[in-house]
């Protein structure tokens, strides 16, 4: 594939969704540097568009992504590898106000995970596959998989996952609290899609705010993240879809949104 080829496919829905797909079958969809610069101009090119009210981000039926590549990463050393600043990639990703919803299929491993992690929520498919392999190349997650997963599914479970490398099924997943819900593998994008469908009928402003300040929140404490939230709260109270919102419902009708 050239440097021109498209390893990300965007595309924008006129249902307020936009869909963003990993197109590296070969390999995979293990993340290039190529690959992360297209993923972090197509959540850049989705940030400031009101049309845009939720994000489903996905790869093939074989892997959402397997990782970083190993390829691009065998003959590098430090000072490459720190020079490449691939923290501005991710974080691209993690600031992004929209919710995202991960679409996971086959291999999510090592930063495909950390990747899906970057999201708020995960759909997995039956036969997805997770991990944080990193150990057994030599390295460690360098983008969340030792910091994110721990404040998801706590020390000892994430411990398992690092020290191991070991992959671990969607159930298992789930059960550790790793992802938000299972389905058939041929229901993944369909389910997620509908999902983000479902989000993006409701009031912008507040599901952004409820995305910020769950994610600000739980690394403050928790005096602090009330006062948070309820500032957040506070603030809504002068949007224009709250006052709709709440008319609609005691006059039984349906809303009629302006994202204001
Ligand atoms: N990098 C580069 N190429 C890959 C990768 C990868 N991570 N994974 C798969 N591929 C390629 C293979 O080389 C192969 O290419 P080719 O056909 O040209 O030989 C093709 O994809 C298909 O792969 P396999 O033949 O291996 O397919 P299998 O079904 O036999 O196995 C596996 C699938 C189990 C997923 C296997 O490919 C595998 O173990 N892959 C590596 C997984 C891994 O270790 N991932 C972690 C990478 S390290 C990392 O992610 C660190 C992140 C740090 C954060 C970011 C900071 C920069």
């Not at 307020?16 to 293990?30: E, F, S």
């Not at 992802?179 to 997620?192: G, I, N, W, Y």
Request: hydrophobic share 50%; glycine share 8%.
């Amino acid at each position: 594939m050239s440097a021109e080829a498209k390893l990300v496919i965007l595309e924008r829905g006129d249902d307020g969704v936009a869909l963003i797909r990993l197109n590296r079958p070969d390999a995979l969809n293990a993340l290039n540097l190529a690959v992360r610069e297209q993923l972090r101009a197509a959540f850049t090119s989705l940030q400031g568009d009101p049309a845009v009210r939720a994000i489903v981000l996905t790869g093939n039926d074989k892997a959402f992504a397997a990782g970083a590549d190993l390829k691009e990463f065998v003959d590098i050393d430090a000072i490459e590898q720190m020079k490449r600043r691939v923290e501005r990639y991710w974080k691209a990703i993690a600031e992004t106000p929209q919710p995202v919803i991960a679409a996971v299929n086959g291999f999510a491993l090592g930063g495909g995970l950390e990747l899906a992690m970057c999201a708020d929520i995960i759909i997995a498919g039956e036969g997805a596959k997770l991990g944080q392999p990193e150990v057994k190349v030599g390295i460690i997650p360098g983008a969340g998989g030792t910091q994110r997963i721990t404040r998801a599914i706590g020390k000892f479970k994430a411990m398992l996952l690092c020290l191991t490398g070991d992959m671990i099924s969607a159930r298992e997943a789930f059960d550790m609290g790793l992802v938000s819900k299972v389905v058939a593998d041929d229901q993944v994008l369909e389910e997620a899609l509908a999902l983000a469908r479902r989000i993006a009928k409701l009031p912008p402003l507040a599901v952004q705010s409820a995305k910020e300040v769950l994610l600000a929140g739980a690394d403050a404490s928790l005096d602090a993240a009330l006062v948070m939230e309820r500032k957040a709260m506070q603030v809504l109270f002068a949007s224009a879809d709250k006052h709709e919102a709440m008319s609609a419902f005691i006059e039984k009708r349906k809303p009629v949104l302006k994202g204001e």
